[in-house]
């Protein structure tokens, strides 16, 4: 019995399986990531503990109050929690707009 010829489309799908199964390894890799991240977890609980006063972005460079509308909306891997203004500043980032740190 002959194996059976491979054709365009055959090619198109192994392309279409190799994307899904990275898109779902990537899904898994970030899951794994926040899931191990002690921060992540209750983000709320850590700030009143730590008596952290500011957040930070990563991605923008950008510091917070922590009562600030804009830093809930920080994605979890580029959120930085500061202690003081000073050290927000040290670390080159810059005041928000909105409120004003
Ligand atoms: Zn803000």
């Not at 198109?12 to 990275?22: D, K, P, R």
Request: aromatic share 14%; glycine share 0%.
């Amino acid at each position: 019995m002959r194996a059976p010829k491979q054709t365009w489309w055959h090619w198109v799908a192994w392309l279409l399986a190799f994307a899904i199964s990275a898109y779902a390894f990537r899904l898994a890799f970030e899951y794994s990531l926040s899931a191990h991240d002690p921060l992540a977890h209750d983000v709320q609980r850590v700030i009143e503990r730590h008596q952290v006063s500011y957040v930070g972005d990563l991605s923008s460079q950008t510091f917070h109050r922590k009562d600030c509308p804009l830093a809930a909306q920080i994605p979890r891997r580029f959120r930085v929690m500061f202690y003081s203004r000073r050290a927000a500043l040290e670390m080159k980032f810059n005041p928000c707009h909105h409120c004003r740190p």
